[in-house]
């Protein structure tokens, strides 16, 4: 059973695209944080059972990744809005479980584009930090009238010095943009490309714990 202290806090890890959830939950687990953690799946379902937030084109990608890396700040998934609800209920549900709680809100590639896209376009009380791992901007015209929301915000940005997927200056971005903002951030750029070494899991679990460690006793 969770002590009080225990369920102050939630860690949501929301995977990249085409990715199994049942996959990534172990890694998660593995983390070994006292706090609860959820794996939600994306709303696209593929035929292999992985998930997206949402679809993307593979001719469209096939010919987006031999142009080389690339930063995605003007792009706007048109299923962003089936993929933030989502994410709306998988919180809801979880302050249903624990009420009270803060979450810690991590996402990997195109889950840390929804998770931003959630936090500046909808609003999210009651987060205390966010992780954004191989990530990247999008909607950036949508997001920056709302950036005011990221003052303050510890957040830890992780980006692989040679990934072939999302520009290394596309992981600069989000940081600046963070910065920018006042964002409390950690960078974190590691030699390795669009992944999440150990490297990475280990400074995600000192991330959350120093998050934990830092919040007000029985919140």
């Known amino acids: ?5 225990e369920r102050r806090m939630v860690l949501v890890f929301l995977h990249g695209l085409t990715m199994d959830p049942a996959v990534l939950r172990p890694m998660v687990d593995a983390l070994a944080l006292p706090i609860p953690t959820i794996v ?10 992985t998930h997206s937030w949402w679809a993307v084109d593979p001719a469209h990608r096939a010919a987006r990744l031999a142009a080389g890396p690339s930063d995605l700040f003007d792009r706007h998934p048109k299923e962003r809005p089936a993929a933030r609800a989502v994410l709306a209920k998988t919180l809801a549900d979880a302050r249903a479980a624990h009420p009270g709680c803060r979450f810690v809100l991590v996402g990997y590639s195109q889950g840390g584009m929804l998770l ?56 600069e ?30 400074a995600l679990r000192r991330f959350v714990l120093s998050l934990q460690a830092a919040a007000p006793a029985g919140g």
Do not use: K, Y
């Open 1 to 5: 059973m969770n002590t009080p202290q």
């Open 116 to 171: 931003m896209d959630h936090l500046l376009t909808q609003g999210e009380p009651d987060v205390a930090g966010i992780g954004l791992l191989s990530s990247t901007c999008i909607a950036l015209d949508e997001w920056m009238p709302h950036v005011a929301r990221l003052n303050g915000l510890p957040a830890l940005v992780t980006h692989g010095r040679s990934d072939g997927d999302l520009g290394f200056s596309a992981g």
């Open 173 to 202: 971005r989000l940081r600046d943009l963070l910065q920018g903002a006042g964002a409390q951030v950690q960078w974190l750029p590691f030699d390795g490309g669009h992944e999440m070494p150990l490297v990475v899991w280990r």
């Open 40 to 49: 939600p799946a994306g709303p696209v379902r593929h035929e292999d059972g």
